[in-house]
């Protein structure tokens, strides 16, 4: 249970924003000097002026009156846009701040979080943050000197009066607490009701194609109903709680400014408050009406802005598992000799497998004692510079987490990973994944055009590089057929271009990085025969000198590999070449016979 507020995590951010805040501060204060002074001109002007016809006194009090509403303008200026900048320069710094902690945090932890959820925190969470801030600095504060301010001059012009009309103060402090525990309570389950809400649509939006072609259209609508009346009722409690605050708290309100003028009556009566004195002191009673609803409703948004101060701290206290050793080294530019020496690997439990090891994992014993899916157990593997191997084996044999370890997509529970003697947990992660590329099974294209996209991760590249890798790829001639060239913009995920274009370009992408070590997760099994010929062309002149580990799933490449190796419950259970395996007629034998053959 929470035991404190988060609210105090954000004070590093407001401190350094503290010269503007400072600033506005100042203006704050100029701005509330002058409701005490509004609260006399109300009372001297209904006094001695009204009906009297002194026009030349009531002249010199509205010259002064318009003076002093000029300044209190021009600081009321400075205290909103000040007030303004800093919330959201402090708004800008979180949101940086968390969409750094999560580049930095492992694989494992994106293949369980909702991608909805974590758009919605660093969205509108960290947005609702920025305007509790702005209210706390631009109305809270203001509104609570405001109620300092006159309640000094209201206790200086008849300090009885005054603590009678405070009898019920401490009434409506319990009020506003308990209302605010509720709301706070009822905004948790909204945020995340909403965060769900938002997880859904993404998901459904990325797999629209899928969601058409089962004709599931009714079912994911029935899905999204019951998700939004989710939503709707967890909003609705909160905006319940909301409207009964002001009703339950507004009848002592009411209450008090009763007693106030019975109070005020027998304070005249006996002759310590001027009539004059009291319109004053109504004035500043009535100019108290606004400071307190609104720290009322401000304590209700403060407590609606605690759940999304909790859930974007709840994301910062998540430590990646991956992390760079104090003093790591950069890794020198290597030949690709690659050494898996007694690896030993568990999927931690609550972390989903990576897709090309699950189906077969989630019944295995742990037997590395983590708690998890154990998925390599004593694998050792040296590859020498410029070797293809392939890894064959079933789905959950443990090909694709073998590969994903070389470039510390997730680090073993034992065992050491050396690329040239070196052990890759001693080097820098961007000088070790830098000379690792990758061509996956599903191309992921971003939103930029074809050049950005095949020079992705560079913030500088000259086109004819570019270009020149694309052409070692296969791909210069269709990105030439568009109108625009390499400065054709590719849609969300690649959408119009076809399979074996964004493997391509895919290709061309690992061409232009000039790594030494290459991984190809199944890079042509989702091809129709002509695309795969030009990119089973493309990914032979990529793999030329170069140390290469293939996930393989067609013949041509298993057939050409140095070496293939067998996989099967983590161990590696064959090696050899292809015709070597096949003499032999075990393992790799029948799954040839079984996959290949046809």
């Known amino acids: 249970m929470k035991t404190r507020s988060t609210y105090w995590q954000i004070l590093p ?93 492992n694989l494992g932890y994106f293949e369980t979080a909702k991608t909805g959820d974590l758009s919605y925190r660093l969205t509108e969470d960290i947005d609702r943050i920025g305007e509790v801030i702005n209210k706390f600095f631009h109305q809270f504060i203001p509104g609570v000197l405001q109620l300092i301010v006159v309640m000094g001059y209201m206790i200086y012009l008849n300090w009885q009066l ?60 029935a899905r999204f109903a019951e998700e939004a009346e989710k939503n709707r009722r967890a909003k609705y409690l909160s905006e319940q709680i909301k409207a009964l605050q002001f009703i339950v708290i507004g009848f002592p309100e009411a209450i008090s400014v009763i007693l106030l003028f019975l109070l005020g009556a027998w304070q005249i009566d006996r002759g310590n408050l001027t009539g004059s004195q009291f319109i004053s002191y109504i004035a500043g009673a009535a100019l108290l009406i606004d400071p307190i609803a609104i720290t009322t409703a401000n304590y209700g948004d403060f407590k609606q802005g605690e759940a999304s101060s909790d859930r974007i701290f709840e994301l910062l206290a998540i430590q990646p598992t991956v992390v760079e050793k104090p003093g790591a080294i950069e890794l020198p530019h290597v030949t690709g000799k690659v050494e898996y020496r007694n690896i030993n690997f568990a999927y931690p439990s609550q972390t989903s497998v990576d897709k090309g090891d699950k189906e077969e994992l989630q019944p295995s014993l742990n037997k590395v004692g983590l ?89 500088y590249y000259e086109l004819k590089d570019v270009q020149k890798a694309a052409e070692i790829a296969n791909a210069h001639q269709f990105i030439s057929e568009f109108p625009d060239g390499y400065q054709t913009w590719v849609g969300e995920r690649g959408v119009n271009l076809s399979g074996g274009q964004k493997q391509r370009i895919a290709i061309a992408r690992a061409v232009l990085l000039a790594p030494r070590i290459l991984i190809l997760d199944e890079a042509t099994s989702a091809l129709d025969s002509e695309s795969e010929a030009l990119v089973q062309e493309a990914l032979e002149r990529l793999m030329r000198d170069r140390t290469v580990f293939i996930i393989a799933h067609r013949l041509a490449t298993v057939r050409k590999a140095d070496r293939i190796l067998v996989l099967e419950k983590g161990r590696v259970m064959e090696s050899g070449t292809h015709e070597e395996l096949l003499e032999k007629g075990d393992r790799y034998a029948r799954y040839y016979a079984q996959q290949f053959s046809q």
């Not at 990973?417 to 947990?425: K, S, V, Y």
């Open 13 to 105: 951010y407001i401190q350094q924003q503290k010269q503007t805040i400072i600033k506005a501060l100042v203006c704050t204060l100029a701005f509330t000097v002058f409701w005490p002074v509004i609260a006399w001109l109300i009372g001297e002007t209904a006094t001695k002026f009204v009906g009297k016809g002194d026009l030349k006194g009531f002249t010199q009090l509205a010259t002064l009156s318009a003076v002093i509403f000029l300044v209190r303008g021009i600081v009321q200026y400075g205290q909103d846009t000040l007030m303004a900048k800093a919330a959201l320069a402090i708004a800008l710094e979180i949101r940086k701040k968390v969409y750094i902690h999560l580049q930095k945090l």
């Open 162 to 221: 005054t603590l009678g009309a405070l009898i019920i103060a401490p009434l409506m402090a319990l009020l506003i607490s308990w209302f605010g525990q509720k709301l706070l309570a009822y905004s948790r389950e909204s945020q995340n009701r909403i965060s769900d809400l938002s997880a859904l649509l993404t998901e459904v939006f990325s797999g629209i194609r899928l969601i058409k072609a089962f004709v599931a259209e009714e079912y994911e609508i």
């Open 371 to 459: 708690g998890g899916v154990s998925v390599l157990q004593s694998m050792s593997l040296l590859a020498l510079p410029g070797e293809m191997i392939a890894l064959v084996g079933a789905s959950g044999a443990g090909k694709t987490t073998l590969v994903n370890l070389l470039p510390r997509f997730y680090d073993p529970q034992a065992g050491q990973i050396l690329i040239d003697g070196i052990d890759i947990q001693d080097v820098t992660l961007n000088t070790l994944r830098r000379q690792i590329g990758i061509v996956p099974q599903e191309t992921i294209l971003f939103s930029g055009t074809i050049a950005q996209n095949i020079a992705f991760g560079q913030s």
